[in-house]
Structure formats: C-alpha cells, structure tokens
C-alpha cells in the first residue's frame, strides 16, 4: 500500500510562486508514474501534470503548460510541482496520485491518492 502525503499548499496572490510536494510512504514508489491532479469548488477533479517513472517522460494540461513543473527526486523520495505565474483559476485542492503504468490523464486509472493541499490564489 502507498500511502501519499501532499504538502506545500496556502495563499498566495495573483502572478507568484508555489512549490508543491508529494512525499509517498509505504512501499518503495520509484517504480509508479505520479500526477497531479486539482479539484475546484463545484467542479471535476483535472488534470494538471505527470511523471513517469523514470522522471524523463513529463506531461502537462494546457492550462498550466509553460507555468507548471512536475520533478521527482528519487533520493528523497519526493515529487514536486512548481507553480509560477499563478492565476485566480488555479485556486484549487490539489492531490498527487501514482499509477504502475503509463501516461494518463483519467483519474479513475490512478491507485493511490493523497488528502490534498489547497492552493488559494489572490486577484
């Protein structure tokens, strides 16, 4: 079981920077693919970035392409989002999932689930 912790969240106002953390527990996860996903109030859970495995193969949603940055470090045992230029429609919970698989945005083909940290941007 892969247990994951989501960190880094608060307030911040419009054009700033946040960095996102995932720190998994449990079984070794430098074999999942990981993403990050957010959820706004009254709106489906999105998709916003994944990693594989490996850390070489990066996807991003649209919306946060150019802005956003997924990394892992497999020695600390951590992935990270990096969030510049920040809008007010990026104000969301945000949860990183891992996957024993390939890229996918769909959030049903993620096993494991973090609480969330919410990500609040000022205009």
């Known amino acids: 079981q892969v247990q994951l912790k989501e960190s880094g969240g608060g307030l911040v106002q419009d054009g700033g920077s946040l960095r996102l953390s995932c720190a998994p527990s449990g079984r070794p996860f430098s074999s999942y693919a990981m993403g990050w996903f957010r959820q706004a109030p009254g709106k489906e859970r999105e998709f916003v970035a994944f990693?594989?495995?490996?850390?070489?193969?990066?996807y991003y949603a649209d919306s946060v392409k150019g802005r956003f940055s997924i990394s892992r470090d497999v020695a600390k045992n951590t992935v990270y989002l990096q969030m510049n230029s920040l809008k007010a429609e990026d104000t969301a919970v945000y949860f990183c999932?891992?996957?024993?698989?390939?890229?996918?945005?769909?959030?049903?083909?993620?096993?494991?689930w973090g609480q969330g940290t919410q990500v609040t941007v000022s205009s």
């Open positions: 990693i594989g495995w490996s850390g070489v193969t990066t």
């Open positions: 999932a891992a996957r024993s698989g390939y890229f996918s945005q769909i959030v049903s083909a993620y096993d494991y």
